[in-house]
């Protein structure tokens, strides 16, 4: 999936302007898709344009510049459904979170702790912002989306908070990493 089948998804909802669909694709229930920033929205809404998946319109405001109003048209709802039917790709999972625990011994304890401690605030956060989203929607698709991105933060925020002590025991060197492997050993 790709920057301008986002686009067309979001118009799909209804109206907006470029920075909506940018503000929509980062921090609203569109985050969790494709990755897309200005520089790539504003040339994929010309794109569409040019092809007749969508149109503008200019909307004056009081004391402000004109904004861009982009609509989706019935050509632009017929590639959606195309792309939608396309096999998607495997999602992609990076994490520098990852990385830095894998390296953990090189960091100590404390670091370490404190790293944990911060991607447990950041699964909290996920889960109350898409709580409010599952709260607004009404949906049945768009519910069990959401859901299963809930699904997914909870079990990750679960792991941390149980086997954190493992993290934190290897990267602190001559630590017992697994509390049941010292009490076997005694």
Same mark, same amino acid.
């Given at each position: 999936?790709?920057?301008?089948?986002?686009?067309?998804?979001?118009?799909?909802?209804?109206?907006?302007?470029?920075? &909506?669909? %940018?503000?929509?694709?980062?921090?609203?229930?569109?985050?969790?898709?494709?990755?897309?920033?200005?520089?790539?929205?504003?040339?994929?809404?010309?794109?569409?344009?040019?092809?007749? %998946?969508?149109?503008?319109? &200019?909307?004056?405001? +009081?004391?402000?510049?004109? %904004?861009?109003?982009?609509?989706?048209?019935?050509?632009?709802? %017929? &590639?959606?459904?195309?792309?939608?039917?396309?096999?998607?790709?495997?999602?992609?999972?990076?994490? &520098?979170?990852?990385?830095?625990?894998?390296?953990?011994?090189?960091?100590?304890?404390?670091?370490?702790?404190?790293?944990?401690?911060?991607?447990?605030?950041?699964?909290?956060?996920?889960?109350?912002?898409?709580?409010?989203?599952?709260?607004?929607?009404?949906?049945?698709?768009?519910?069990?989306?959401?859901?299963?991105?809930?699904?997914?933060?909870?079990?990750?925020?679960?792991?941390?908070?149980?086997?954190?002590?493992?993290?934190?025991?290897?990267?602190? +060197?001559?630590?017992?990493?697994?509390?049941?492997?010292?009490?076997?050993?005694?």
């Amino acid at each position: 999936m790709n920057v301008r089948t986002l686009c067309l998804s979001i118009l799909y909802s209804g109206d907006a302007t470029g920075y &909506e669909i %940018r503000k929509a694709s980062t921090e609203g229930k569109y985050a969790y898709f494709v990755d897309a920033s200005f520089g790539a929205i504003y040339p994929a809404l010309a794109r569409l344009e040019t092809d007749g %998946r969508v149109t503008s319109r &200019e909307e004056v405001q +009081p004391g402000k510049p004109a %904004r861009k109003i982009y609509s989706i048209t019935d050509a632009g709802r %017929r &590639e959606l459904v195309d792309a939608l039917r396309e096999a998607p790709s495997e999602d992609i999972f990076r994490s &520098e979170f990852l990385l830095v625990a894998t390296f953990a011994p090189l960091l100590g304890g404390d670091h370490i702790a404190h790293m944990i401690d911060d991607r447990i605030a950041w699964f909290e956060a996920e889960i109350e912002k898409l709580d409010s989203f599952l709260d607004r929607c009404e949906e049945p698709a768009s519910r069990w989306t959401i859901e299963y991105g809930l699904n997914c933060c909870r079990t990750g925020l679960d792991y941390l908070r149980r086997r954190r002590h493992l993290l934190e025991d290897a990267a602190n +060197p001559g630590k017992v990493a697994d509390p049941e492997i010292a009490a076997a050993a005694e």
